[in-house]
Nanobody, 119 residues
Framework: VQLVESGGGLVQAGGSLRLSCAASGITFPINTMGWYRRSPGKPRELVASIPKGAGVTDYADSVMGRFTISIDNAKNTPILEMNNLKPEDTAIYYC?????????????WGQGTQVTVSS
């Protein structure tokens, strides 16, 4: 499985970005897709996750109401729409896919895309 993020960049506070993640090589059913981020000096944290089928979409409290996660089902691509960006959103953003496999679940990560929000 390969995941390649795109859409990161430099934006001013209050601006918007749209992240996408091209997925290939997926041969098992998808359980969830999501976005995590890592800021300098901080551990990686969940930004948002969404189930492929029925289930609950989850957001970090810090992005609730500003970020929206969705799945492009035709491409099996998770999308993260980020609005009203703040300097504290500056981080490397990673795409994540959890697959249902016969032995349980397998988790895959992209290489990350940098998001920088200037004040």
């Amino acid at each position: 499985v390969q995941l390649v993020e795109s859409g990161g960049g430099l934006v001013q506070a209050g601006g918007s970005l749209r992240l996408s993640c091209a997925a290939s090589g997926i041969t098992f059913p998808i359980n969830t897709m999501g976005w995590y981020r890592r800021s300098p000096g901080k551990p990686r944290e969940l930004v948002a996750s969404i189930p492929k089928g029925a289930g609950v979409t989850d957001y970090a409290d810090s992005v609730m109401g500003r970020f929206t996660i969705s799945i492009d089902n035709a491409k099996n691509t998770p999308i993260l729409e980020m609005n009203n960006l703040k300097p504290e959103d500056t981080a490397i953003y990673y795409c994540n896919v959890v697959l249902k496999v016969p032995w349980g679940t397998d988790i895959y990560w992209g290489q990350g895309t940098q998001v920088t929000v200037s004040s």
